[in-house]
């Protein structure tokens, strides 16, 4: 997530794009190498060789530092975290609280980072990226096949002997994240971007039909994918976190809180006190990042004071579980 782009390798400073009927588009990401256990994709997987951008505040570099810190990866793979705030100049790395500055590469902004990558890159600039040491290049920029690479090719650096896409659920993980990306991740964009009201209405009404469907799945199964916590659990995760907090008001997607879901809360609150994860869910970068980034949205960039919510209050599922 990030506005902005580079043309050529020259940083162009630009809001979100739309098509003609005012939709939402989102780019493709581009740099899409892999890491291998074996090493046979050229990026082997080694402890200290690769580093990991982010802002707290975006849902998809949140999966990935999810996934960095329930597997144990904390000590293998490097982390910087951007300034909340985007300006003309995108993310920037700041000394504002809750910021890791670029140890790495000791560069400003992130644009600064793709540029170092490709010198003549044209594209957006987002987070998350995996940064490759050794041959001074973006690995990938995908935030899908990164939480995968640090789900499946780290588990020689690692005490933690858990995997979140187990080989017998594998297609069926793959299949529910395709099928909660659109409607809901993307959703909620599709929703808060759209420039005109046939577009907004669409991107809402599809948001709130797929979270109704999944509501009732959880009334049935304790995970999305049944009975254990999977990738596709942490990809639906950082967008229900974010909801109440931002979405609803900032994008207007007002139909339902997730607090109104009984099903869809409680399964919140219990992934979020998953041990680890709170210290991954930064709610003060979360609201001034949405806020405060976006004047096309909300010109006067007030960040407000609520709402209130307690992801630590017990939770009821009332299933059997297997967390892990």
Not at 240 to 261: A, P
């Amino acid at each position: 997530m990030g506005l902005g782009l580079l043309i050529e390798g020259q940083w162009v400073s630009k809001r979100e794009q739309s098509d003609r009927q005012g939709q939402f588009i989102r780019p493709e990401t581009s740099f899409r190498q892999q890491i291998t256990a074996d090493g046979s994709s050229g990026f082997p997987a080694e402890s200290g060789r690769y580093h990991l951008y982010i802002s707290w505040a975006c849902p998809w570099a949140h999966r990935t530092a999810i996934l960095r810190k329930l597997k144990g990866l904390e000590s293998v793979i490097g982390l910087s975290v951007v300034d909340p705030e985007i300006d003309g100049n995108g993310w920037e790395f700041s000394a504002a609280s809750g910021c890791i500055p670029d140890t790495v590469n000791e560069v400003d902004y992130l644009w600064q980072l793709y540029a170092k990558a490709d010198s003549s890159y044209s594209g957006r600039v987002t987070v998350p990226v995996l940064w490759d040491k050794q041959t001074q290049t973006i690995v990938n920029n995908e935030s899908r096949e990164i939480i995968r690479m640090l789900d499946t090719e780290f588990e020689n650096f690692t005490e933690r002997q858990i995997t979140f896409i187990p080989p017998e659920l594998a297609e069926l993980i793959d299949s529910t994240i395709d099928t909660i990306y659109q409607p809901i991740n993307n959703g909620v964009y599709r929703a808060g971007f759209a420039t005109t009201q046939e577009a907004y209405d669409r991107g809402v009404t599809e948001l709130f039909a797929a979270l109704d469907h999944w509501d009732e799945v959880l009334e049935q199964q304790s995970y999305l994918c049944g009975d254990r916590i999977t990738e596709a659990d942490w990809c639906l995760f950082t967008t229900l976190l974010r909801f109440d907090l931002v979405y609803y008001g900032h994008f207007k997607c007002n139909l339902r809180h997730i607090t109104d879901y009984p099903n869809l809360w409680n399964y919140l609150k219990e992934l979020y006190q998953v041990p680890g994860i709170a210290e991954t869910c930064n709610f003060d970068h979360i609201k001034r990042h949405y806020y405060r980034s976006h004047p096309q949205v909300n010109p006067t960039r007030i960040v407000p004071k609520g709402p209130h919510l307690d992801f630590g209050a017990p939770y009821e599922r009332n299933l059997l579980i297997d967390k892990f």
